[in-house]
């Protein structure tokens, strides 16, 4: 099944950095997951095998799902949002997972403990949420995180994107600095965080407007033609758009 994605008790607080649903529904049971700039926090209960706390980092392209046993409870970050609680460097996790023990130490040792005694994925996903607020409380955000997220903000708007060094000179940084610092919070470089948006903005209007054709939403999503846009999917998926349409809606 999906991981469950509960609100947070504490919305306001984790608002900025959390989404409420997935931007991309897939149907139960599917056995993969698209290219994503967002990361997520999951645990499993595991069934017949470990328990499992770890990040699931951006994803540059499509990746499949092993078959997992076991209860299950996830957060899934906004674009850019996991920054905010994991300060190391977000693209050595692109397209990877990491156990959580290795980027939080004894801290993650003592919520798997904690996670492990919740009746319900809900209880499990308030601790989640309550572990993420108690790191928020150690720190603010600082001025180049506030100026990646803004960057972040306009580079999801495929209306207007502007270049990456017109965005660059919008925050102050250098070219070269911007860069590093955006895939470093990000996860993925500015150019792959574009190239992700388009993709699932396209995705998106395809299932919701079944009599568009491909053209129309190329256009309506930022891709110079039809050509432009088949090239990106099967770069990040493997698939044409139209194969990639019928697997989402199978599942398969």
Known sequence: MPFPLIPSPNGDALAPYLRRRPNVALPAGCGFVLPDAGATLVFRTGGQREPMLALIGPKSRLRTLPRLD???????????????????????????????????????????????????????????????????SRSQPSTIDRKIDWAVSRLARLDDQGTVAELARSVGLSDRHFRRTFTARVGLSPQQFGAVCRFRSAVNQAMRASDETWATIAAATGYTDQSHMSRAFVRMTGSPPGQLLRAIQTGA
Request: charged share 20%; proline share 1%; hydrophobic share 45%.
């Open 70 to 136: 076991g209860a299950s409870a996830s957060v899934q970050f906004k674009s850019g949002g996991a920054g905010r609680f994991f300060r190391n460097s977000m693209d050595t996790m692109t397209d990877t997972k990491v156990a959580l023990d290795e980027l939080w130490g004894t801290e993650a040792s003592v919520l798997l403990d904690r996670l492990m005694s919740a009746r319900t994925p809900a209880d499990a996903t308030a601790l989640l949420h309550g572990a993420l607020l108690q790191r928020m």
